[in-house]
């Protein structure tokens, strides 16, 4: 960035390093200063139907945007956020947030996506912020994105988030094999995630998994293992077609350099990219994951590009239920972790 003639980059709670950068000072790169916000000024933004949408059926509903905290309390290997914000946490005061929604909803937001990296790290102050736009907005949908991790200890709370309004809860699953999730140090297994489709489904709320399929140590066997899992679970339209051919990002700062193995792995960093190169050991696991990201581009139901992954992956028969079928509520661009 710097050879672009950047000449400072803000990081972490940026806010006050902007004030004091317009004041003359040099502020440091990444700040994880406390802070009490100011309502964010959308006046000079594009109007918000210009920006992804949440599909439910055959509604769309224009959508906003904002955030509840910042940073995250989890040290997962392979998450960008964790070489900035180092496990802290912040949160945006209450009034804040309620205040930007409450401008949104002015401008014509029927729907309200909640971009903290994990909306349940602070669940008392998550749970009131929706409870009280609820209250104000009866009609009013938002998605949220909480670990798996979360989903378990918090159970109790998942009921509430159907009760506001909650449309479908994002979560970075990342992969189902125990061993790759103990790599990642994702602080679940494959039975938790089965366990936290159970809950929601139970509170008759939409889960949105997210994964990271192919990485150094994913086998051919193991993708097809996943595809088969989202078959059976009936998850095929809760998942993008796109979550099913991301590979492993190696940014700088990662966690995943504390392993030798990653460090004996990745190629030279690429500055374009903002991350390592890696080739996989099977180089038909590059042609697929290649081949499955070019699928993901076409226009057709997610349900049809599934099926063409799974030829591609050479799964055998696929037989959908009526659920396969059906639309989850999602985002026009889909958003993963």
């Keep these: ?15 006050a390093e902007l004030v004091r950068l317009a004041a003359g000072q040099t502020p440091p790169a990444i700040s994880l200063e406390r802070q009490q916000f100011q309502v964010p000024d959308r006046s000079q933004l594009a109007p918000l139907t210009h920006y992804a949408q949440l599909r439910a059926g055959d509604e769309l509903r224009v959508t906003g945007y904002t955030e509840a905290s910042r940073g995250c309390k989890h040290l997962c290997r392979h998450c960008p956020v964790v070489p900035v914000y180092q496990g802290a946490f912040r949160v945006v005061q209450r009034e804040i947030v309620l205040a930007d929604i409450r401008q949104q909803v002015e401008r014509g937001a029927q729907h309200i996506s909640f971009g903290d990296p994990d909306f349940f ?14 209250r104000e907005f009866p ?18 709370l998942v009921p509430a988030l159907r009760r506001t309004g909650c449309a479908f809860v994002v979560s970075a699953v990342e992969s189902i094999n125990d061993r790759l999730l103990a790599l990642l140090e994702k602080g679940h297994t494959r039975a938790d995630f089965l366990e936290a489709l159970r809950i929601t489904r139970e509170a008759e709320l939409p889960l949105a998994p997210t994964f990271i399929p192919f990485t150094p140590w994913t086998t051919m066997e ?3 293992d996943l595809l088969r899992l989202i078959a059976g679970e009936d998850l095929i339209t809760n998942v993008p077609p796109i979550q099913l051919g991301i590979r492993l990002l190696i940014p700088a700062g990662s966690r995943l350099l ?5 460090r004996d792995m990745v190629g030279a960093f690429d500055p374009a990219r903002l991350a390592y190169d890696w080739t996989h050991p099977d180089p038909a696991m590059d042609r697929l994951s290649s081949a499955i990201q070019a699928q993901a581009k076409h226009k057709a139901s997610r ?3 599934f099926a063409s992954i799974w030829d591609l992956a050479q799964c055998g028969n696929l037989e959908m239920t009526r659920e396969d079928r059906a639309t989850v509520p999602y985002l026009t661009e889909p958003w993963y972790c």
Excluded: C, Q, W
């Design 222 to 224: 193991d993708f097809r």
């Design 121 to 134: 790290n602070g669940p008392a102050h998550a749970v009131a912020i929706v409870e009280a736009l609820h």
């Design 1 to 15: 960035m710097r050879e672009l003639a950047i000449e400072h980059i803000l990081g972490g709670e940026f806010e």
């Design 258 to 262: 504390e392993l030798s193995e990653v």
């Design 303 to 305: 349900a049809e590009i």
């Design 139 to 156: 009609t009013l949908s938002y998605d949220v994105t909480i670990k798996i991790e979360h989903l378990l200890k918090h159970r109790e």
